[in-house]
């Protein structure tokens, strides 16, 4: 098998064993768990800068504009620019608002995405943690950033930003359950939720094409439920500028709407990653049938680039949606969810458990 | 976990059940006591789980059973603050000691 | 190692608990709340029960507190304090509590547990799945059933009760 | 056998269009409905026509037997080890011939109900319920097991419940339909103690086991006695009780005539060719277990088929409500069934009454929908039942005319139409086993070709009826299933069943008895000529006989008072001599007793409620303390 050299759990296994023979094996965990730490803390301030410039870029060419330009070589300094212009923002506090939440909830909407991304698997042996819950955990974790989000508005002392918190609090938990089901489709498809023995069992082929017509209908709706998770246009409701000013995060400024700002991209590079390990084989390569020479080609394009490459083409239909679609209004919102999705969902898994029973797929 | 044992666990549930009934006698608002329910059920689902590890690991009871206990407690939760808003929208209070229109 | 996460976890159970029944500000206890309820999840993690701490961390910390946070928001107002309790209450129900709390924890260090030590607890997702759905011994489909029922009938009540009524 | 796979398909296109009509009906064109109805019942009967000619010409003989297919079995429910419930298709001769008569007849009344119904409010309704019961029919032909098959006969009972209760707002339509639910689910509860006890008896519920000649089941249970009878035989009974009431043999026919307050189609589908046949069906599954282990049960359902088809026969020469005579005409000719299965012995030529009844129920299903859907036409061109408000239509309805005759001669058994095969067939096989019950049935012919040409020359001759608005033949979605029913009734019968369908699943060859055939065919002239003297012209000659024969005529009219007696019986014996007594103690013993209690209980709490503040803390903390205080006691004092 070609892809050996890239398997990195040989590599993390020789730090791990290096970092406890030098240390004591308490202080070498701890040694380990601070590199970690690190790594993600900087991936995710990377991932932050470069979605945010992308999405501007992305933005521009769907409205026929250049979009940013002047600072940098074609405008690639300009979210480092924005970053420095926030951090020495004055942070503004509205009268009789609780301060101690107000300060909070940024955190709590930046620990869920934190906790989500440790799950990932960038390519084999490349994983901070490897439950055998994964994909549940990472629904679990995900759902606590609708407490940060709905402590936000309720501490600003403004009516625009309850409102604005109501809304996307109902948002997010109707729509997690048609992300969960969705999920669920796949996890019968695979007989695990550990993320691991997902992307494991694709190497035959990736799912979307294996489970054919369940898989498909699942994928759709996890797009759409997840993009109305991470409170995304078109379902961008509870920060409806033309409605409600900017939200539940109306109130913040400086660094603190940069938390939101990058927990919102950070999110959905995890829809991304999670769309792209379950459903089209996380860092396998594209593998078709019993063509020999294809299969080895793409198989020495690294397991890491595959993954990326696979995120990045979600997250462009991620902003594509953004940038084309009208914003609905919040009753159709809650209309699509429990009257369409929902039902359609129960249905696909009753139709996947069949396709399972019967071995109905590829 | 050698020196952890269930004593430890079950200390920390006895202190979280009993600040539940603390919360539970003196809170005045509605909203308030259903939290502190929650408090005493998750003691409760502390204990199922420290015993289920510490002395009958054979099987998964005392798991199955916090679930359950979880599951109960989400019931519970929905109905009581459906209870508590069309109250709140008829008399526009949720105070427990206020709240005595059916009296008698 | 895990003495010491058992410890931290702990006193941010039992710190956080009592903040919760006394803060004055009601959606601070409902934050408190939910630390307490994410601790609980970290002491199931600590146990190996993975899957238990994530239900709880979905159902409480996803749900529950949402919900709680939700009735918060529709009855009462930013910088709105709850009333105090009388004293004579506050004393009586904590001399109550006192007393139960030490009867039932030096009857805890009193008694000598027989911990079975050989055994690894199999908490998998296999013998979770399986236990759940099976009928023999240790499984729990009648009650897995029933409470699908209970939460369906809980979902309906909850619709009819909250729900506005028409206006004629 | 991998080669039937596709089978799987029958009930999943059907069912999935009830979801489809049923879920998103509302929000389509009503024509939309009806033309997926449609194509989805042209792909099911293409699938059950393959089925047929692969079975029966390709793949179905082994060795010289139609054997029997299981193509899926799965496990359903399991309660124990040996307690489950299994789902699955079982394919052998019968069960493909039900696939073949219930997807043509169920595909000719979708066609048909394209513009019957055109105009009818809840058009997605009314296909929704078409799938679902065809649906529900489908499986219960195809079903491995008897409890199956139960879930499968409850669900064609809801079915035919929504279909006949179609026009929910005429109370007549809701009180027949419930009519139907009631009658028939009281049979149903005969059905399910006989499936238990069969169970109990035999230890399976599989058909393929009950019936297998040389195994457990037959010969299991015949020993043990109750009132004269093995307990076999009474388990048979019992579930032929199920079957009665679905296939309303008297006494349980008395829902069949209130029920043609649905939609005239809906009759053609259930009440003449799929639904009430499934009782018929049933006794033919479990054929081999009656013949050979109890008889004695064969013997009453050939005494009760017999005589419910001379009863209703009689009753059918009085109405005059046409789709009311349809309606007794088919008790009628189940009946017939009835004593071809109850004469049959098993296994050889022996069993000819088996496949002459089974031959009956396809040549029946045919023109008996036939029979329907042109009463329906007529129904449509002139907006009466009653054949009083009819006359002389042969001009203005003349393809409705000339199908409605074919249909009316292969009833009466008029060579060479269908109907004089199959009839021939049950003849001989009745002759064979007991002379009586020939000429009873030889008379019952004779009566059916009476009433259903007094029907004919009643519609389309006699007077000629003025009518408000001239009558004109309906569309072409009305004519071509006329038209292709016509052409099954005229030639099915040339079809040699006995060498596709026998009791054992060994063909052979069977001739026309021309010394039984010729009376047989003279006696149907007779009757024709007899209701041809009558009815033809317009004349007074009918009433007369009618005057002649007096309280007769009267009581045969009103349905020899069946319904009377059920409302006697219900009404004033077990209301009157059972429920008021029980109530009057009831309302003054144990009610009386309850209320003194009450009453003391109500004065101590007035003058005790005082103790409740009504302050849930305070509650809550009384009982908080006492807790402890137990908890107390009992760790520190009563400790030894």
């Known amino acids: 098998m070609g892809f050996s050299i890239y398997d990195f759990s040989d590599f993390i296994n020789n730090i791990h064993a290096f970092l406890i023979e030098t240390f004591s094996p308490a202080i070498g965990n701890i040694i380990g768990m601070a590199i970690v730490a690190v790594c993600f803390l900087g991936f995710i301030a990377l991932l932050g800068l470069s979605l945010v410039y992308i999405e501007r870029k992305v933005c521009a060419l769907f409205q026929q504009r250049l979009g940013p330009m002047r600072v940098g070589k074609w405008g690639t300094a300009q979210t480092v620019a924005d970053i420095i212009k926030l951090i020495f923002k004055e942070p503004l506090m509205t009268k009789d608002s609780d301060k101690f939440l107000f300060n909070l909830a940024p955190f709590i909407v930046m620990i869920a995405p934190v906790m989500a991304i440790s799950l990932i698997p960038f390519a084999s042996g490349l994983q901070a943690v490897d439950f055998d819950i994964g994909i549940f955990f990472i629904v679990a974790v995900s759902s606590i950033g609708v407490t940060g989000i709905l402590l936000a508005g309720w501490s600003s002392n403004n009516k625009y930003s309850l409102i604005g918190a109501m809304r996307s609090g109902a948002q997010i938990v109707s729509y997690e359950l048609s992300v969960i089901l969705s999920l669920l489709t796949i996890v019968v498809l695979s007989g695990s939720l550990q993320l691991s023995v997902i992307v494991e069992s694709q190497r035959e082929g990736w799912w979307i094409f294996r489970g054919h017509i369940p898989a498909i209908i699942a994928f759709i709706i996890f797009i759409v439920a997840s993009t109305a998770e991470s409170n995304r246009g078109p379902f961008d409701m509870a920060e409806a500028e033309s409605e409600i000013t900017a939200g539940f995060h109306t109130e913040y400024s400086g660094i603190k709407f940069a938390y939101f700002f990058l927990a919102e991209y950070v999110n959905m590079f995890i829809i991304a990653a999670v769309g792209a390990t379950i459903f089209f084989g996380g860092w396998m390569p594209l593998h078709i049938g019993n063509i020999e020479f294809f299969n080895n080609a793409m198989d020495l394009i690294p397991p890491v680039i595959w993954f990326f490459m696979k995120v990045s083409a979600i997250i462009f239909l991620l902003m594509w949606f953004k940038w084309t679609f009208p914003r609905l209004r919040i009753d159709q919102m809650l209309t699509l969810e429990w009257k369409y999705l929902l039902p359609l969902n129960i249905m696909n898994i009753l139709l996947m458990s069949l396709v399972v029973l019967t071995d109905f797929h590829f | 976990m050698e020196n952890i044992s269930i004593q430890h666990f079950l200390i920390v549930s006895t202190l979280m059940l009993f600040t539940g009934i603390y919360g539970f006698l003196t809170r005045k608002n509605l909203i308030t006591m259903l939290m502190s329910a929650e408090l005493i059920l998750n003691s409760v689902n502390i204990n199922f789980v420290a015993v289920n590890k510490f002395l009958y690991p054979e099987n998964l009871q005392g798991q199955f059973f916090a679930m359950f206990v979880i599951g109960i407690a989400a019931v519970e939760v929905a109905v009581a603050i459906a209870i508590i808003i069309s109250l709140y929208r008829k008399v526009r209070m949720i105070d427990v000691e206020k709240v005595n229109e059916m009296k008698y | 190692m895990e003495q010491i996460v058992f410890y931290i976890l702990a006193s941010m159970i039992v710190v956080f608990s009592v903040l919760t029944v006394t803060t004055r500000k009601i959606l601070r206890g409902a934050v408190y709340l939910l630390t307490v309820l994410l601790a609980t999840a970290g002491l199931f993690f600590l146990l190996n029960f993975n899957f238990l701490a994530a239900v709880q961390l979905t159902v409480y910390a996803g749900g529950i507190v949402v919900l709680i946070i939700f009735s918060i928001m529709l009855t009462s107002h930013v910088n709105e304090k709850l009333e105090s309790t009388g004293n004579k209450k506050k004393f009586f129900s904590f001399i109550a509590v006192l007393a139960g709390a030490l009867i039932c924890i030096s009857t805890i260090l009193d008694y000598s547990f027989k911990e079975k030590s050989g055994i690894e607890i199999d908490t998998s997702m296999n013998k979770i799945g399986k236990d759940l759905l099976s009928y023999g011994d240790g499984g729990f489909v009648l009650p897995f059933e029933v409470i699908s029922i209970l939460l369906l009938a809980a979902m309906i009540g909850a619709i009819v009760l909250a729900k506005r009524e028409t206006q004629n | ?640």
């Open chain 4, 1 to 640: 056998m991998e080669g039937y796979t596709f089978t799987v398909l029958i009930p999943l296109i059907l069912f999935a269009t009830f979801l489809l009509i049923g879920l998103a009906g509302g929000k389509l064109k009503p024509v939309f409905s009806g033309i997926a109805g449609v194509i989805s019942l042209s792909v099911v009967s293409l699938i059950s026509y393959i089925t047929a000619y692969d079975y029966f010409f390709v793949n179905g003989k082994v060795d010289g037997v139609f054997g029997k297919i299981i193509v899926y079995d799965a496990e359903w429910l399991r309660f124990t080890d040996t307690l489950f419930i299994k789902m699955g298709i079982l394919l052998d001769p019968i069960s493909v011939m039900m696939l073949v008569v219930i997807s043509t007849v169920s595909l000719m009344v979708h066609i048909y109900s394209l513009g019957y119904m055109h105009n009818e409010g809840g058009f997605s309704r009314y296909y929704s319920f078409l799938s679902l019961f065809t649906f529900a029919m489908m499986g219960l032909v195809i079903s491995t097991n008897i409890f199956q098959t139960y879930i499968f006969w409850e669900l064609v009972g809801v079915s035919s419940y929504l279909l006949i209760g179609f026009y929910y707002n005429r109370p007549s339509a809701v009180a027949a339909a419930k009519k139907a639910f009631i009658v028939t689910r009281f049979a149903d509860l005969g059905f399910l103690i006989g499936i238990l006890l069969l169970s109990s008896l035999t230890g399976t519920f599989d058909f393929v086991e009950l019936t297998n000649v040389n195994g457990s089941a037959v010969s299991a249970g015949s020993s043990v006695l109750f009132m004269g009878l093995s307990s076999m035989t009474w388990a048979l009974i019992l579930v032929f009780i199920g079957c009665a009431g679905k296939s309303a043999m008297f006494p349980l026919h008395i829902w069949l005539p209130d029920a043609m307050e649905g939609p005239t189609p809906v009759s053609a589908l259930i009440h003449a060719a799929t639904m009430v046949v499934a009782g018929v069906y049933l006794v033919a599954r479990l054929f081999p277990l009656y013949a050979l282990s109890a008889p004695a049960a064969l013997e009453m359902i050939a005494y009760i088929g017999a005589f419910t088809s001379m009863f209703a026969a009689i009753i059918a020469c009085t109405q005059t409500d046409i789709k009311r005579v349809l309606a007794f005409s088919t008790i009628s000719q189940i009946g017939i069934m009835m004593v071809g299965l109850g004469v049959s012995g098993y296994s050889g030529e022996s069993g000819l009454g088996f496949t002459a009844s089974m031959f009956h129920l396809f040549t029946h299903a045919m023109f008996k929908a036939l029979l329907f859907l042109g009463a329906g036409a007529v129904i449509h061109a002139v907006h009466t039942n009653e054949i009083s408000g009819m006359g002389g239509l042969r001009k203005y309805l003349p393809v409705t005319h000339i199908t409605f005759l074919v249909a009316c001669l292969a009833i009466s058994g008029i060579p060479p139409f269908s109907g004089f095969f199959s009839k021939d067939e049950i003849l001989v096989a009745v002759k064979e086993k007991d002379s009586f019950l020939f000429y009873f049935e030889s008379v019952v012919s004779g009566l059916s070709a009476f009433y259903m040409f007094r029907l004919y020359f009643g519609i389309f001759w006699n007077r000629n009826t003025t009518y408000e608005h001239a009558p004109h033949e309906a569309g072409i979605s009305m004519k071509i299933p006329l038209i292709i029913l016509a052409i099954l009734a005229a030639v099915t019968g040339f079809i040699p069943f006995s060498e596709f369908v026998t009791s054992d699943g060994i063909p052979f060859v069977s001739h026309i008895h021309w010394d039984i055939a010729i009376p047989a065919t003279i006696v149907g002239l007779s009757g024709i000529i007899a209701a041809f003297i009558f009815y033809k012209k317009e004349s007074n000659l009918s009433d007369k006989a009618a005057a002649s024969l007096g309280g007769f005529y009267n009581t045969v009219h009103k349905k020899f008072y069946i319904d009377e007696i059920y409302i006697f019986v219900t009404k004033k014996i077990i209301f009157n001599m059972v429920s008021t007594p029980i109530a009057w103690f009831d309302r003054n013993v144990v009610d009386g007793t309850m209320n003194g209690v009450a009453s003391v209980t109500n004065f101590v709490s007035e003058k005790i409620k005082r103790f409740q503040s009504g302050q849930l803390q305070q509650y809550a903390f009384v009982m908080v303390t006492g807790m402890i205080i137990i908890l107390a006691l009992i760790f520190y004092f009563l400790k030894n």
